[in-house]
């Protein structure tokens, strides 16, 4: 069962003041996308229609990293959707961090997963409940406005470590000069690398007061989120986006969920399944999400999909497809040329 949240995105006011700015009407977007008028005046799209109105953007500003740039500095914190104005208040840009990869959750489809390793912090973008990749505007974008947060939170002009890209972003350097580091371009996946130093700098837009009366209301709204989607298909997500050459347990993701591993176990088990299925389930869905895409290798589909060695994934392909993934991939390629000639 999916969350009604899937399938219904709500646009910010802001993103309609913002484009305005940059000489870009709604009007204009409305268009380009090929979608009804009525998404500016009551602006709840699905999934499809909000990456057809990033990808218009896109097109009507010319090169990618312009408008990401654009867009990343001329939106107005006071335009701030709730959710990310409990961000912008927070203590420190680590608690702004968590609160951002928490809340997202409540506007899909974009997904964030922090890790502090070392000097590091790493901040991977997924996708929530799609296995469908958004614009690489809508990729900068979410990458750069996380940067932005902490240098608008701090006051203090904040460089990143590294930016990583799975697709071309336009003009490279006018992103390395606004991320104030190198970017890559063709990455496995979509990550920003900050300095874990910076997490502990505090925000001096922090604001106690505002943060005791949002915080409560969104965790609710969180909450009441989750429980209209099934448990199995929040555990399914939790895995896919934590696999990467690894396997994630069932304390971990009972971690994640705020329950004990006992209460996740008998929660799964009323819905007729278990851990060990879902993982399976998840592992399979995402090979096949990955062997689709030809600029993804076999052995880094299995690190993927949480196989640290390619023989184990190619035994597991097997029992799921009955064919090796290179066979299947093949076979997949053949069976999309076909349909395009017929």
């Avoid at 929530?128 to 406005?145: E, N, R």
Wanted: with cysteine; glycine share 6%; hydrophobic share 35%.
């Amino acid at each position: 069962m999916k969350s009604h949240t899937t399938e219904r995105i709500k646009i910010p006011p802001g993103f309609w003041a913002g484009l305005h700015q940059l000489g870009i009407t709604a009007h204009d977007v409305a268009r380009q996308a090929h979608l009804p008028l009525t998404i500016i005046t009551e602006p709840v799209v699905t999934t499809a229609q909000y990456f057809a109105i990033w990808q218009a953007y896109s097109d009507l500003i010319g090169d990618t990293a312009t408008g990401i740039i654009k867009l990343a500095t001329v939106f107005e914190t006071a335009q701030y959707p709730p959710t990310v104005l409990a961000t912008y208040h927070a203590r420190d840009y680590r608690d702004a961090l968590n609160r951002m990869a928490r809340y997202k959750q409540q506007c899909p489809p974009e997904s964030l997963r922090i890790t502090e390793e070392g000097e590091h912090c790493i901040i991977e973008l997924d996708w929530l409940h799609t296995g469908q990749s958004g614009p690489p505007m809508l990729v900068g974008i979410t990458l750069a406005f996380l940067l932005e947060l902490g240098r608008r939170g701090t006051g203090q002009p904040l460089t990143a470590r590294l930016v990583e890209f799975s697709h071309s972003m336009g003009n490279v350097q006018a992103l390395e000069a606004y991320f104030g580091c190198r970017v890559r371009i063709g990455a496995p996946g979509n990550r920003l690398t900050l300095h874990r130093s910076d997490l502990d700098r505090p925000f001096v837009s922090y604001n106690e007061e505002l943060l005791e009366i949002l915080t409560p209301v969104l965790d609710r709204s969180l909450d009441e989120q989750q429980r209209c989607r099934s448990i199995s298909e929040t555990v399914k997500w939790i895995m896919k986006r934590s696999f990467t050459g690894g396997r994630p347990d069932i304390q971990v993701v009972a971690k994640e969920l705020r329950m004990s591993d006992r209460t996740l176990q008998r929660r799964l088990t009323d819905e007729n399944t278990s851990f060990k299925h879902l993982l399976t389930q998840a592992r399979h869905e995402q090979a096949r999400e990955y062997l689709a895409d030809p600029s993804l290798d076999i052995k880094e589909v299995a690190f993927l999909v949480g196989y640290e060695d390619q023989n184990s994934f190619y035994r597991a392909f097997r029992l799921w497809e009955g064919d090796t993934p290179s066979n299947w991939r093949v076979k997949q390629e053949l069976w999309r040329n076909r349909l395009v000639t017929e």
